[in-house]
């Protein structure tokens, strides 16, 4: 009689449960991903600025992208900016469109964005667009 009154709650549940499982064949939505950048340093470049030969300096970093070829952007470019100050940029390479990408970065690059610019206090941030 349990067994009776089990498989009559049963069956009528998992009659209603693969009954209302329906498979669309909706389309997929586009890939929502956008190109990430992925900024590496390189460690044959330079870790400091000298404060006697600001010149001397060669940064180097590498550029690539997060989520690799299956995002590319039409192309990147890195640019500094000084004191957050986002409408005075410097651009140091445009138009990266091949991944990934070696980059360097002079400190007479760097000095010379500085001599353009005024004020004492000065941060400096490395952007890519």
């Known amino acids: 009689m349990k067994t009776i009154i ?3 709650i049963l ?3 998992f009659a ?3 009954s209302s499982c329906q498979k669309d064949e909706a389309e997929l939505p586009p890939d929502s991903r956008f190109p990430l950048p992925l900024i590496t340093k390189d460690l044959r470049g330079d870790d400091t ?3 006697r030969d600001p010149e001397s ?8 992208l997060y989520y690799g070829p299956a995002v590319n952007p039409q192309k990147i470019d890195i640019v500094v900016i000084r004191n957050d100050d986002k409408t005075n ?3 140091i390479k445009a138009d990266v469109t091949s991944f990934p990408a070696n980059i360097e970065l ?9 001599i ?14």
Do not use: C, R, W
Not at 57 to 64: P, S
Not at 106 to 114: F, K, P, R, S
Not at 116 to 129: A, I, P
């Open 116 to 129: 353009q610019q005024s004020g004492s206090e000065t941060n400096l941030k490395l952007v890519l667009m």
């Open 49 to 51: 600025i000298s404060g």
């Open 6 to 8: 089990l498989y009559s």
């Open 11 to 13: 069956l009528p549940a």
């Open 106 to 114: 002079t400190g007479t690059q760097l000095t010379h964005y500085l």
């Open 16 to 18: 209603t449960i693969f």
């Open 89 to 91: 940029v410097k651009t």
């Open 57 to 64: 300096f060669l940064g180097k970093f590498v550029v690539d």
